[in-house]
């Protein structure tokens, strides 16, 4: 059973730092890894989205890398801005028989807060 | 492109009621999955609809039950509601296999 991890549950930073946020999963044979976004009471929002034969994806200032053999993703968030400030969720999907239907497993997300 | 839509956003419902959740998939997507998440959790996945078949099922009792259209849009349906059930659901649209999954806001249910 695929588990999703992500340290740490909660980050306080000033304005103007950079970031990393970890995810690890257990099971190796991923299809795919997404990074999203979360407002409080809101729906999640995509952030990058990476393909297991890729290494990194980017945007703007956010970047994500992933490590299948060792079961880790990083997101790394570049001068921090106040409305950075959001839980931010990994999830997987697992690789089976030749392709993935997409199911995601998610980790319990890090609440990130950027203040002035 | 309206993205994926959900309705309604909020919605109170007594135990032992039934209740629909909609959802219509982002423009040329065919895949919708359903998420329950309570607070301060992940979103778990309860059921995926593709070609108007339940394709995966997570683990969630068959009082969770689904429906997918012609037109790609999704219902959730859950019966007999208990206090247990109140939380955000969530439906996410992807096109094809394996592919970037794109979430609406979702529906607060709150059992009372």
């Known amino acids: 059973k695929q588990e999703v991890t992500q340290i740490p549950a909660a980050l306080s930073v000033p304005e103007g730092e950079n970031l990393v946020l970890n995810c690890s999963f257990t099971?190796?044979?991923?299809?795919?890894l997404q990074w999203f976004r979360q407002d409080p009471g809101k729906g999640l929002t995509s952030l990058l989205f990476?393909?297991?034969?890729?290494r990194e994806q980017t945007s703007g200032r956010l970047n994500a890398s992933l490590d299948k053999s060792s079961g880790r993703s990083t997101l790394y968030i570049a001068a921090s801005q106040p409305g950075d400030s959001a839980t931010y969720l990994c999830?997987?999907?697992?690789?089976?028989?030749?392709?993935?239907?997409?199911?995601?497993?998610f980790g319990q997300g890090t609440i990130l807060t950027v203040h002035p | 492109d309206a993205g994926v839509t959900q309705s309604p956003t909020h919605l109170i419902k007594t135990r032992g009621q039934q209740v629909t959740l909609r959802c219509s998939p982002k423009?040329?997507?065919?895949?919708v999955s359903w998420y329950q998440q309570a607070l301060g959790q992940g979103p778990q996945f309860i059921f995926q609809?593709?070609?108007?078949?339940?394709?995966q099922r997570g683990n969630f009792p068959d009082r969770f039950s689904g429906h997918q259209f012609p037109n790609y849009s999704s219902e959730l349906n859950v019966n007999a509601l208990l206090l247990g059930d109140s939380a955000l659901y969530l439906c996410?649209?992807?096109?094809?296999?394996?592919?970037?999954?794109?979430f609406g806001q979702g529906t607060r249910l709150t059992v009372v």
């Open positions: 423009s040329g997507h065919d895949t």
């Open positions: 999830a997987v999907a697992l690789y089976a028989g030749g392709t993935s239907y997409g199911k995601l497993t």
């Open positions: 990476i393909q297991s034969s890729q």
């Open positions: 099971d190796s044979a991923i299809y795919n």
């Open positions: 609809y593709y070609e108007e078949e339940e394709r």
């Open positions: 996410a649209s992807s096109r094809g296999e394996g592919t970037e999954a794109f």
